[in-house]
Structures are given as structure tokens and as C-alpha cells.
């Protein structure tokens, strides 16, 4: 589980944000909250959060520093030297132009506690630390500035790793896991497969009907899903062929041959996936008749929902952390209150899932549903770089105040300033 994510420098990010799933001291809604030991004390974490704020505020830019951290994590082992890093600095600042952009996350992984980040421009990392406490008590598993190393534990073993294999331009947690030393590989493994980032909510179908094709006891969650949220939806069809097979059907015989041809250069070895909505209906003498949809017959709202309950279950099922940029784009509140409470849930959340997503959404915004911690802003500053900041750090606020009510008076600021005279002009 994710306790705290930091970063700086990074897209509208110039000053140091920090995203804490760690729970204050309010005494509230004891089911949103996932116990954790650290050290001899008992402390909680989040099960989620909510990020609010204008438009180009700067909420989705939070999500993307966490994307790109996942990415760089997942993928530095495979760049060539030389490459460039992928990295978008605050650019309205010309100091900040050349400045490491920096990224630290704290996490538990088999309740062990982490705390592993990297600051990098385009041309190297620029630093690199991982430390634990398998005792409570801090541990350092290296440090690295630049080209210069300290290791304090494992030393000959790390050293080895570092000469063999060290590029400036790759992570070494990543190098130090892929050659299986296991101090970095058991955070590694979290890093890479626990943190599953959605920015965009495209193609996620696919995800969610593979899963269901190879996984009976998935396959089952999601179809009971789908006819809980009052679609419309009698049942899922899966089928999935062989790429070459699939472009070879009558079905898509209407594909010119060069497009045909593209394709399956692209999707070399790769399965194709049919997906059908079954809908039901009574013929004249009363039989149920099985009516199949093509899956880009349903509304958007449909789509949006069946690519996202892949991840979801997963998430649920294995007890990831997911992370979504605008969840309610193209989602009724109530189903979006819904997918929320399933999270909160703690039979259903029975594997301290987390969720962390952003929304306009301003009717999750309620007293009964969410913690004031578990509520974060998103503001731009006078110079126009992003602020992040948590309902709870304002004191004083009724435990029966309307939330919603007061942030679209703009009491707690992040919302947007609209300015002048907006009458129509001939």
C-alpha cells in the first residue's frame, strides 16, 4: 500500500507536492482505513483518495508523475546509452528548465515498510536512494548521487551489480532486481506490478475480457457487475482468435488488404479479441431470445464501465493500488459512488486495495462517504504551478458542514475563477 508520494518539477509541479494516504487522527469512518504496523505501533493508511480542482490545475499532472514514475521504474532497464529520459520539467520557470525533476514514494510491500526515489534530468539520474525498515527502524540498501554509490549491506554483491551493469541513464533498482538480488527485488516487484496507473481510459476492454477468457471466478465478478449497474446487459460473450484468423473472417472481409496487411505486421502474433454484449428479450410465444450486440453498439458510458471493471477487480481481487484520472468522465455519480464504495467496502475490499482518482464530481463530496483526509485540491498559484493540499489541513470545520456546498462557494479554493463579461456580442 502506498502511504506517501512526493514530486517535484515535473509538468505544472515546480515547489514539492506530497500525497498522503497516511490517516490523520480523526476518529471517522473506520472502514476507509487499512491498519498497518510500523515499528511497535499500529498506525492506518487510506483505502482512498479523491483529487479535486479547476480545470489545468494540475490534478492529472499529480496522476502523471505517478505514471511516469511507474514507467521509468518498469522500463529504464531497457534503455540504450544515450537515450534520452522522457522527462517534462515546469517549464514557466527558466531555473527549473536543467533542474532534476524528483520523485519519492513510501510504501508497504509484505509489511515491510519502503521509501525508494530518483531525481533525473533528460540525460542521467541524478540520484537514486532505497531504504527499509524490516525492524522498524531505517536501513539503507544504497544511495546513489550521480556515478558514486554507498551500500551498506550486501556490499560486495551490490558492488558487483554496479560495475557490470551500471548506465547513468537506468535505474539500479531496476538492474539489481532484473539480476535477482532480492533486497530490490522484493520493492521492485511492488513498484512494477502492485501500481497500476490509468490516464487514459482507452482500450481497457481488452484488459478486462482476456481476463475474463482465461479466468472463470473473473469472468463470473464481472458479469455480475455489469448486470448490477442497470445496463442493460444479460450476459458477456468472449472469443478470442488468432490475429491472422480474425482479419481472414467474413466479419471483417470489408478491410482493404493494405490496412489488412498493416495490422498484422503490428499485431505479429497476437490474439484478437470479440467481444459481445448479450441482450434479452421475449419473442411472441414468451421464449427469452439471446440478442448479441458488437461491443461498439453500446453507449460510451457502457464501454467506459465494462474496460474499467477489469482493472478494478484486479485491483480488488489481488490487492493493487490503482490509480484513474477522471473517473466519472462518461459515468452516471451514482455508479461512480458505487465503484468508490466498493473500495471502502471491507468485504469486498478484503486484500487492502487503494484507489487514488481525480473527478469534478462534486456530489462524492459528502460528509457520510468520505473522510476529510481522504479529500484533496488542486490549485494553480500565482505562478501558475500547482498547489496540493488536503481538506483536513482546514481547521475548525463542522463535522454536519456541507462539503460540496463549500467548496463550489470556493471556501476551500481549486475551483475556477471565471472572469469577465460572458454576454454574447453581435
Known amino acids: 500500500m502506498i502511504l506517501e508520494f512526493t514530486v517535484k518539477n515535473f509538468l505544472s509541479i515546480k515547489d514539492e507536492v506530497t500525497l498522503s494516504m497516511v490517516a490523520s487522527k480523526d476518529s471517522s469512518f473506520e ?11 499500529i498506525k492506518n493508511a487510506l483505502k482512498s483518495v479523491v483529487i479535486y480542482g479547476a480545470n489545468a490545475s ?38 527549473f528548465h536543467n533542474k532534476p525533476s524528483e520523485f519519492q ?25 532505497l531504504y527499509y525498515y524490516p525492524n522498524g527502524r531505517q536501513s539503507t540498501i544504497f544511495t546513489r548521487n550521480k556515478d558514486e554509490y554507498t551500500f551498506t549491506i550486501d556490499v560486495e554483491r551490490q558492488s558487483e551489480l554496479k560495475n ?30 502492485h501500481l497500476k496507473v490509468l490516464i487514459n481510459h482507452d482500450r481497457l476492454e481488452a484488459y478486462t475480457g482476456s481476463n475474463m477468457h482465461k479466468d472463470k471466478k473473473f469472468d463470473s465478478l464481472v458479469k455480475k457487475y455489469i448486470k448490477l449497474a442497470d445496463v442493460g446487459i444479460d450476459d458477456v460473450s468472449i472469443d478470442i482468435q488468432k490475429t491472422e484468423d480474425a482479419l481472414s473472417s467474413e466479419k471483417l472481409s470489408f478491410l482493404p488488404a493494405e490496412i489488412k496487411d498493416k495490422i498484422l505486421s503490428e499485431a505479429k502474433d497476437s490474439n484478437f479479441i470479440d467481444i459481445k454484449m448479450i441482450h434479452n428479450y421475449k419473442d411472441k410465444d414468451g421464449n427469452i431470445i439471446n440478442c448479441p450486440f458488437e461491443f461498439n453498439q453500446e453507449s460510451d458510458g457502457t464501454q467506459k464501465f465494462f474496460g474499467l471493471l477489469g482493472p478494478w477487480i484486479d485491483a480488488l481481487v489481488k490487492g493493487y493500488t490503482i490509480v484513474i484520472d477522471e473517473l466519472d468522465i462518461r459515468l452516471h455519480t451514482l455508479l461512480v459512488k458505487k465503484l468508490m464504495e466498493m473500495f471502502l467496502d471491507p468485504d469486498v475490499n478484503k486484500k487492502n486495495a487503494q484507489l487514488i482518482f481525480s473527478t469534478h464530481d462534486t456530489n462524492l463530496l459528502n460528509s457520510d462517504l468520505l473522510r476529510r483526509d481522504q479529500i484533496w485540491f488542486t490549485e494553480k498559484k500565482e505562478d501558475k504551478s500547482t ?13 454536519n458542514i456541507s462539503i460540496e456546498k463549500g467548496y463550489l462557494q470556493g471556501k476551500y479554493g481549486a475551483i475556477p475563477v471565471l472572469k469577465g463579461d460572458w454576454k454574447w456580442e453581435d
Open 164 to 193: 557490470k551493469f551500471n548506465s547513468k541513464n537506468k535505474l539500479f533498482i531496476a538492474i539489481e532486481s532484473l539480476w535477482e538480488y532480492e533486497k530490490a527485488k522484493a520493492p521492485f516487484e511492488w513498484l512494477n506490478n
Open 58 to 95: 494540475g490534478k492529472t499532472n499529480v496522476l502523471k508523475a505517478l505514471r511516469f514514475f511507474r514507467w521509468f521504474i518498469s522500463h529504464s532497464h531497457e534503455m540504450q546509452q544515450g537515450r534520452k529520459i522522457p522527462i517534462d520539467t515546469f517549464k514557466l520557470d527558466e531555473d
Open 105 to 129: 514514494i513510501i510504501f508497504i510491500h509484505k509489511e515491510i515498510k519502503y521509501l525508494y526515489g530518483f531525481s533525473v534530468t533528460e540525460d542521467e539520474v541524478f540520484e537514486e536512494y
Open 387 to 399: 498547489d496540493l493540499y488536503s481538506l483536513y489541513d482546514f481547521k475548525g470545520l463542522r463535522k
Open 31 to 41: 472502514d476507509n482505513l487499512l491498519p498497518y504496523e510500523d515499528g511497535k505501533k
